[in-house]
T-cell receptor
Framework: GEDVEQSLFLSVREGDSSVINCTYTDSSSTYLYWYKQEPGAGLQLLTYIFSNMDMKQDQRLTVLLNKKDKHLSLRIADTQTGDSAIYFCAESPYGGSQGNLIFGKGTKLSVKP | DSGVTQTPKHLITATGQRVTLRCSPRSGDLSVYWYQQSLDQGLQFLIQYYNGEERAKGNILERFSAQQFPDLHSELNLSSLELGDSALYFC?????????????FGPGTRLTVL
């Protein structure tokens, strides 16, 4: 069945880079997503990558996709205390009319000053 | 602010009761999704509606049901509540069907079943 896995915790120092890893199962997923959840808030789309891409860069964010290994990573450069949140990896395994997302359990990023 | 509103913000009720959670999607979005977030299960997809019609079903219990009304708002009905139903319930909306699907999430309703 579908399963998205990611490590549960990551702690970094302010100014360092953070790398959050994720593995997914459905090779037909055309898009893969990273969502961010701040305390007490809903999820917000951070970035996404199309499955025919290996890398996508968006300011401090870099997404790497290894389709062969079904591995996705999110790198946050120059991590700030405001980046402290839970980061969810998600896939959309059903094409066409079903757009529901399958989420990992989330990685809680703690940034120490 | 995502533009998706959910009411109520918090709900405390007892086992065996029935509650209704409400969601208003972003203006113009036809698709509404319901997700349940709990500590042990993470974020689980429950059900999707598109323009009033049920489009996809996930891990939704038979005690739960949903609908989308002509004005596109949606309600999630939870009945015969159990302690294990305590969770955050999120509604999300999107404008498109299909593969690229940016979903905008509401702030959630926190349900506590005592």
């Amino acid at each position: 069945g579908e399963d998205v896995e990611q490590s549960l915790f990551l702690s970094v120092r302010e100014g360092d880079s953070s790398v959050i890893n994720c593995t997914y199962t459905d090779s037909s997923s055309t898009y893969l997503y990273w969502y961010k959840q701040e305390p007490g808030a809903g999820l917000q789309l951070l970035t996404y990558i199309f499955s025919n891409m290996d890398m996508k860069q968006d300011q401090r964010l870099t997404v790497l996709l290894n389709k062969k290994d079904k591995h996705l990573s999110l790198r946050i450069a120059d991590t700030q205390t405001g980046d402290s949140a839970i980061y969810f990896c998600a896939e959309s395994p059903y094409g066409g009319s079903q757009g529901n997302l399958i989420f990992g359990k989330g990685t809680k990023l703690s940034v120490k000053p | 602010d995502s533009g998706v509103t959910q009411t109520p913000k918090h709900l405390i009720t007892a086992t065996g009761q029935r509650v209704t959670l409400r969601c208003s999607p972003r203006s113009g979005d036809l698709s509404v999704y319901w997700y349940q977030q709990s500590l042990d299960q993470g974020l689980q997809f429950l059900i999707q509606y598109y323009n009033g019609e049920e489009r996809a079903k996930g891990n939704i219990l038979e005690r739960f049901s949903a609908q989308q009304f002509p004005d596109l708002h949606s309600e999630l009905n939870l009945s015969s509540l159990e302690l294990g139903d305590s969770a955050l319930y999120f509604c999300a909306s999107s404008s498109l069907l299909g593969r690229f699907n940016e979903q905008f999430f509401g702030p959630g309703t926190r349900l506590t079943v005592l």
